[in-house]
């Protein structure tokens, strides 16, 4: 396999993603190499994560000599929000924000949220799309708290560490429970049992 063979392109314009799987790209052993391609996408608005997802990758086809992956999140308030804002994250988080969630849920004693990442990966060598996917389980804090992370991390409590907000742990303290990191470490997986 030669050096282009061995790159893997992240499409996304989103650094702070591409901090967190590059930061654990770099602490893994595989054989590719990743960049970020900040290609613009078309975010369709779809029931589920998955289809936006396949879409987004789809609307790639073409545009990059290699394989490349897609990465779409969501944050799901099953309790008291029935999964709202869900495939709507995007733009809850432009109009509204963590304080427009807040008062939202304000009159509610009890919460349950969790948040979904999908990675969507054309991989050349099989001339295939894959899917890989990770889940965390929380619940959304009374406050808005930390500096650290993006998006909703500052108002999301993971219930494996109930205490801090997402956007009071550091990269790789996130990266070791969350659901980007989850669906990274599948996605390793399957590279390394795929290494071409
Ligand atoms: P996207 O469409 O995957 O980029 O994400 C949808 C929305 O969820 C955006 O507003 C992001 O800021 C937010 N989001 C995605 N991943 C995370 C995360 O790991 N923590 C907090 N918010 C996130």
Known sequence: MNEDQKLI???????????????????????????QKPIETIEIQAESIKEVALFKLDSIRGQIDGSYFVEDAG????????????????????TIGNKGILRLINDFEYSKAQFVSIIALYFKPLDK???????????????????????FDPIFLPNIMPNKTFAELTTEEKNKISHRGQAWRNFIKFLRENNY
Do not use: A, W
């Open 129 to 151: 799309n894959f899917f890989f996917e990770g889940k965390i389980h929380g619940k959304v804090s009374k406050t808005i708290r930390g500096s650290g992370g993006f998006g």
């Open 9 to 35: 392109y992240f499409v996304t314009g989103n650094i702070h993603k591409f901090n967190e799987i590059s930061d654990l790209f770099n602490k893994e052993n595989v054989d590719y190499i990743l960049k």
């Open 75 to 94: 944050f799901f308030i099953d309790t008291p929000l029935n999964g709202f804002p869900g495939v709507y994250s995007s733009y809850i988080m432009k």
